[in-house]
């Protein structure tokens, strides 16, 4: 029976403006994430037109990796990381996104962190954007509404791309381009955002501008791979997608009928036209009943076909009911919530933890699309607590993760091709969906709080030594 490769890339995954800290440092300008507030579980975030005095912005900081990079790399390479994906800061490269000269502060640092990584024999996967537009291109163009975008995001890449060789060879273009998808999606990805200060749940939305920036992203992720695979032919590109599982709530076929509806526009849509190169069938009379046209240029089409992916990658934390029932239950979940489901339990901050959703999921997105997978985030956002001997004991993490792991197993024996498993936050970070610290993620503890303070030591947890084991093991000592 198949299980894990091989060469299975063992890692973790992580993103910039969650981890290094260093917001302004050498350069840096100012990312949507750096205009973001702290929250809590039950107060929402805020995104400010201006840094307010005397207000908490958790990115400011984060866990400082930028001063402890080294540090934290040789924490990775002591459990075994084959990888470790992480994202590039776009404005520490261009702080504004339209400047015509890269900063050199910015490129080095990548230099520095890629060399470390290479140092250890750690093979770096990199997220081109990660939640982290140059907030002037909100300003300017009110996000990805933006064509403009497309060429600079492309100059970027055209900057990173040469610069990297020999030191990065796996890519992924957009952090979860779906959530564009989503209302969220307005403040996460496209930065469809311009003058509006508020919690993050308040946001205007319109799908007219939310889908047109969609599409922009669309064509500068095609130009990038197309890019990549002409100039670059050592470089694989993939794409990177919020997968949330969705079940009929009861067998009655509306609830599958719509169920299966939503799995299209939220988890198949992006995907389709990023391995397949073109729209979807479906998404025609979705526009239709929605009132969207999409504008696309000459050449748009074209590109789409020319820039499909190599592989496909996604978040996988939970799943959800979809149902017609207003009696069910509301449950949260990663960007949107749904219906409760009666067979699970969930995390302290109500994410439904469902395993075997995910080798049901692996099963049905490799059946589509038959190009290797990669499950870049997974993972249990938990308290942790360290005892008095100073030990932190995440048994409930382990557990999680393990019966994720087995039901990776399970698919590579369903027959999936599964690259590598990079569970998130491999080391504590700031929460992308409350700006929390107490939201912990890690196999290595950070010593920061809520409310800005800590000395930022590291510290292992009991998961850190279980999950060399499972490295070494290449999976099968769970
Ligand atoms: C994904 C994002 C990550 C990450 C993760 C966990 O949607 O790609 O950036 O943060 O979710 O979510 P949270 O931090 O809200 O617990």
Known sequence: MRTFKKDFLWGGAVAANQFEGAWDADGKGASVSDMCTNGTHTVPKRITTVIEPDTLYPSHEAIDFYHHYKEDIALFAEMGFKTFRLSIAWTRIFPTGMETEP?????????????ECKKHGIEPLVTISHYEMPYALIEKYNGWYGRECIELFVRYCEVIFERYQGK?????????INSGTMPMGNILSLGTVKGYSGSIMDVPDDPKIRFQALHHQFVASAKAVKLAHEKYPEYKMGNMICFITKYPYTCNPDDVIMTQKEMQITNWFCSDIQVRGY??????????????VIK?????????REGTVDYYTFSYYMSTCTGNTSDGAQTAGNLVGGLKNPYLEASDWGWQI???????????IYDRYQIPLMVVENGLGAYDKIEEDGSINDDYRIDYLRKHI????????????????????????????????????????????????GNLARRRKKSFEWYKQVIASNGTQL
């Open 103 to 115: 900063n050199e502060a910015g490129l080095k640092f990548y230099d520095s962190v890629f060399d």
């Open 168 to 176: 990065v060879k796996y890519w992924l273009t957009f952090n979860e």
């Open 279 to 292: 729209y979807p069938a479906y998404a025609e009379r979705y526009f239709e009943e929605n009132g969207i």
């Open 296 to 304: 696309k240029e000459p050449g748009d089409d074209e590109i789409l």
């Open 354 to 364: 469902d395993p075997k959703g995910l080798r049901y999921t692996l099963n049905e």
């Open 406 to 453: 087995e039901q990776m197993r399970e698919a590579a024996a369903d027959g999936v091709d599964l690259m590598g498993y990079t569970p998130w936050g491999c080391i504590d970070l700031v929460s992308a969906s409350t700006g929390e610290m107490a939201k912990r993620y890690g196999f290595i503890y950070v010593e920061k709080y809520d409310d800005g303070t």
